[in-house]
């Protein structure tokens, strides 16, 4: 069996609820709003998984873990992103984060040079080095023919400044499963971070 696998940090329940109050500032904007569950800041994609394959990423994660320790992450504004110019979700980005920066970077090498991943090296070494190195979170993907067909005033201008903290104690390993409503995910193994790692 294959599953969908990506490594992330999940979000606390309070910034969860601050980041739900979002969605009534642009009721006009066509797009999708992410659930509130699955808000959360990917670290790494690594695509469709075997059993094995799995285990193997569960045991690296908590190599990885042990490695780094617990650090804070600043919310600081929202966004279009990837590109302003042609945007396709809206962003909760963070301030540039040192330990968050170690801690992907760490992730990513870590699964690159196991032996037993080579037939994800592909995969993984797209998937993680698009990754965008200051925290960010997706809470909107737009319906990009609408927003396009839109005139450009009437597009809602998005760039707001917002001031959220939180510690990132924990990474999880998440299996995402694609449904007509929308992914939804699961927590396969949660690795705390530093000497948290028992």
């Given amino acids: 069996m294959r599953h969908r696998i990506f ?24 797009c999708r709003w992410t659930k509130t569950e699955n808000l959360h800041i990917t670290l790494a994609f690594l695509g469709y998984l075997s059993d094995e394959e799995v285990s193997e990423v569960c045991r690296i994660v908590k190599e990885v873990g042990l490695r780094n320790n617990p650090f804070f992450v600043r919310l600081n504004r929202i966004i279009y ?38 037939g994800t090296d592909q995969e993984i070494s797209h998937n993680t080095k698009k990754q965008f190195f200051i925290p960010h979170i997706t809470i909107a993907r737009l319906r990009t023919w609408e927003f396009r067909s839109m005139e450009p005033d009437e597009r809602p201008y998005i760039n707001e400044e917002i001031d959220l903290n939180f510690q990132v104690k924990s990474i999880e390993i998440m299996e995402s499963d694609l449904k007509k409503c929308g992914p939804e995910y699961a927590i396969l193994e949660s690795i705390n971070l530093g000497f948290n790692n028992e």
């Fill in 7 to 30: 490594v992330a940090i999940n979000l606390p329940e309070k910034i969860k609820e601050s980041l739900r109050q979002i969605e009534s500032k642009w009721p006009e904007l066509p």
């Fill in 81 to 118: 992103g990837p590109l302003q110019q042609q945007p396709k979700m809206v962003w909760v980005e963070g301030e540039k984060n040192g330990n968050f920066a170690m801690l992907q970077k760490d992730l990513e090498n870590s699964l690159l040079s196991n032996k037993t991943m080579t």
